[in-house]
Structure formats: structure tokens, C-alpha cells
């Protein structure tokens, strides 16, 4: 696993290369965000996905770029095309959406930051490709084939990689690492709800210490 500086996230492949597992997390008090992020820092993951399925998701976007150094800072959940001036404003570093219909998908391309744009078929990974895009979020994962149709989509589209995420876990990550067209996972597994809630950080370091653990054990097949 190469490892990439934070000053340079120019690109979704730096954006692949940063970790082997991107933290989905979804905060419900700002304040929750900054800890939480250097936890994972000191866990050795240097990258997270901070969502807006809570109210408290933009400002925790916001603390995290402006206070935790050397952490790429990453706006998920983006499914609206205003939500993404919104989270560049904010100061995140990449966009990730979990589909890419067309006004998303222009408005997510044209904001300049790196994209992880979601595709959960082969259509839609194509459709991507034509937005000048060849890495990309595979979502819903397992729901959606898993590692099997990355592996077949590899067959017509040797050029794409991936970002697979929902339903990745502890058990299946090496599997899906192990993949020639996937960059990284992505999974919630890493900040537990309850964890978070009551500020479990200790908790939050172990699980990213086990998660970073997984770019020294896995061998390209
Ligand atoms: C995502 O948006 O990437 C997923 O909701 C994460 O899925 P998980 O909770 O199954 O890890």
C-alpha cells in the first residue's frame, strides 16, 4: 500500500491509495467529530468519510478539516447536486455519492474535488467512465454481487477500481483487498453507533489499529 500525503488528494486514485479501509461515519453532535477523527488517526487511519445523513454531518465536516491535522477529510452521503458546493465550502477534501444520477454527477465533476461516485451495476460504473472517471464507489456492495461481480466486471472493464462499500466487514475486507480492481473498502464497522454515542475513542483506536492492520497482510491474488 502506497501511502499518499494529505496535501496531495488531487485525484479519486489518491483518494484510493490513502488507507485500506475509508471509515463511513455518521456523527449526531459536532462535537463528537473531532475526537472520533483523532482516534482513527491514532489508529493509523489517516482518511474519513464524514456523512450527511445527520443534521451535524456538515459541521462536523467543517471542525475536522480545520482541526485535525493530517487527516483527509471526505464528504459522504452527497445526493444532492446544492449539497455540493455546501461540503466544498466546508472544507472537505472529496465528494463520495452512493449513486450518480446526471445533475449529481455534473455537479459533483465540476466542483474540482476528487469524486468517488457510487455504481452498483455495470451501467452505472460506465456511465461514470464517460464522466472521465475510472475509480469509483461499488455500492451496495454484498447487496449488489460483492466481490464475485467485481471480478466479472474486471473481465469487460479491466481499467476501473473500486471502492467497495455496504455490508464490507472484518470478515470479507481481505477478500475484496485481495481484488486487482479494488483500491480500498469502505464500512461503518469501524465507529460503532453506541461506541460513538458514549465516546468510546479507545474503542474507535482499536478498530482502526485492526483495520490498518489490513494493507500489510494482503497480497494481491
Ligand atoms: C456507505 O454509505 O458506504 C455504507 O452505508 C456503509 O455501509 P456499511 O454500514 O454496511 O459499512
Redesign the pocket.
Known sequence: MTSTPTHEIRTPADVLAVSPVIP?VVVEEVEQAVPLAQALLRGGIRVI?L?LRSEAGLGAIEAVAREVEGMVVGA??VVAPAQVQQVKDAGAQFV?T?GSPPRLLEAAVGSGLPLLAGAGTLTEMLTIAEAGLTEM?F??A?ASGGRSYLSSVAGPCPQLRFCP?????PGNARDYLALPNVGCV????LTPRDAVARGDWGRVEELAAAASALASSTAPE
Open positions: 463511513v468519510e456523512t459522504g452521503t463520495v452512493p464507489k455500492f451496495p454484498e462499500t455496504g455490508g464490507v466487514t469502505g464500512g461503518s464497522w
